[in-house]
């Protein structure tokens, strides 16, 4: 009776976990700004009913700092009404008096007769073994050792590399579940990656792309599907690294994908961080066989495989296969989103934008993989030409949203072209 007591606990605090993150998220996409919750008890009826409503705070600051907003979340039914939110379910009461609780990174616990369930993890409950392997992955914690796996509020599953930590809030691995290098980098300094899961591998392949609203083709948007292909054939190094990256996805369950655009750290070492600009002017690299001096050299000296152990990752631009599997991925939220980007990127415009600086352009948490800069790919067109995907400012929505293919001799140094890298574990 104990250990069914205290399973349907932590069902619950998941549930709650769930249903509150997803509000918290409603709020964020209303107000186009980053919500801050105040820590604090939920409920104040703690015992002698089943259910009961409660409230969680929270403010939303103005560009100065101060608070320009203030507001409540409801555990409750009910319709918004100004800066009150509600999530549609109350806060469940056991026998013995019971404590909801919500800290300021947004993350639900429970106290249950003296006994607390939660503590700051966000699916991944104190005295429930069975929800990670390996140990327990906790959020805003980097991981060591050897990779972990983590199961979310829903029991969706990822997994989290060595020397990376799950970023707080960014933690519903449907809506896009992040990693960062920065121990809990809940003001986005580190380097940031989106994990893409992969259940099937049969469906792990590239696809058309779409071009002023139809499918893509060589008469009218350039680029004949049937002539790309990955990896190069003669390049042996890439043949190699292509295989080791589907091995890793197959084992592991999915890769990681750049949060961000590839941007110059300063050093000429690529990053993928929040607020810089994007890597532009850069051509893919010398030649189809040797890959340095361009933007591929760029991405695979992120965490390079040489450097690299069982559980670590190795970074590399962004794969074809890949690119399609996160619009798979992304049409799960965004059921049209590969035929029209409309309103989710930066097109028309004189100019690029900081790289995550719009979250209406946050795809799953995938910033700007539509519009702003075309994103150089490994995929092979002929035998001195490569693909880029999703776009730019000099283009138009519904011209090429994040599936088209433009293609370009890949010594060329492209003004509005740039990159983005990908993750695999090792």
């Not at 409920?43 to 929270?58: E, R």
């Not at 197959?250 to 300063?266: A, H, L, P, Q, T």
Request: contains cysteine; proline residues 2%.
């Amino acid at each position: 009776m104990i250990e069914a007591n205290k399973a349907r606990i932590n069902s619950d605090v998941a549930n709650m976990q769930a249903i509150f993150t997803n509000t918290v998220g409603k709020i964020m996409a209303e107000n186009e700004d980053v919500v801050v919750i105040k820590n604090g008890q939920l409920n104040t009826v703690t015992s002698g009913v089943s259910k009961t409503d409660g409230v969680a705070k929270y403010e939303i600051k103005g560009a100065d700092e101060k608070v320009a907003v203030e507001g409540n979340i409801m555990f409750k039914a009910g319709q918004k009404s100004g800066t009150t939110y509600y999530t549609g379910k109350e806060l469940p009461i056991y026998n013995s008096e019971t404590k909801w609780y919500v800290d300021e990174q947004g993350l639900i616990s429970v106290e249950v007769g003296g006994t607390k369930y939660g503590e700051g993890e966000t699916s991944v409950v104190k005295g429930d073994p069975d929800t990670l392997k390996d140990g327990v992955t906790k959020v805003g914690e980097k991981v060591t050792e050897s990779a972990k796996e983590y199961q979310d509020a829903k029991g969706n599953v990822a997994t989290i590399p060595i020397d990376f930590a799950i970023v707080p809030g960014k933690t519903d691995i449907e809506n896009g579940l992040v990693i960062s290098d920065v121990e809990n980098d809940t003001e986005d300094t580190g380097n940031q990656f989106v994990w893409v899961p992969v259940d099937n591998m049969t469906t792990f392949v590239r696809e058309v792309g779409y071009y002023n609203g139809q499918i893509q083709t060589e008469t009218n948007g350039i680029v004949d599907f049937s002539k790309c292909s990955e990896p190069y054939e003669t390049n042996l190094g890439e043949k190699q690294e292509y295989e080791n990256m589907l091995a890793s996805v197959k084992e592991y369950g999915g890769f990681y994908i750049g949060r961000y655009e590839i941007s110059n750290d300063g050093a000429e070492k690529a990053q993928s961080k929040k607020g810089k600009e994007p890597w532009v002017n850069i051509k893919w690299g010398n030649s189809m066989t040797e890959t340095n001096g361009g933007i591929v050299e760029k991405a695979r000296n992120m965490y390079r495989e040489v450097e690299s152990e069982k559980g670590k990752v190795v970074s590399t631009l962004v794969y074809g296969v890949a690119w399609d599997e996160t619009i798979r991925f992304i049409k799960k939220n965004y059921p049209n989103i590969e035929k029209d980007s409309s309103g989710y990127g930066n097109y028309e415009k004189s100019s690029t934008i900081p790289t995550g600086s719009k979250d209406e352009y946050a795809l799953n948490n995938i910033y700007d993989i539509a519009g702003n800069v075309w994103e150089w790919t490994m995929e092979v067109y002929s035998t001195s030409t490569r693909a880029h995907r999703g776009g730019s400012y000099l283009d138009t929505e519904l011209c090429c949203p994040l599936s088209s293919r433009g293609i370009n001799n890949i010594t060329y140094d492209i003004i509005n072209a740039g990159g983005r890298a990908q993750l695999y574990i090792k």
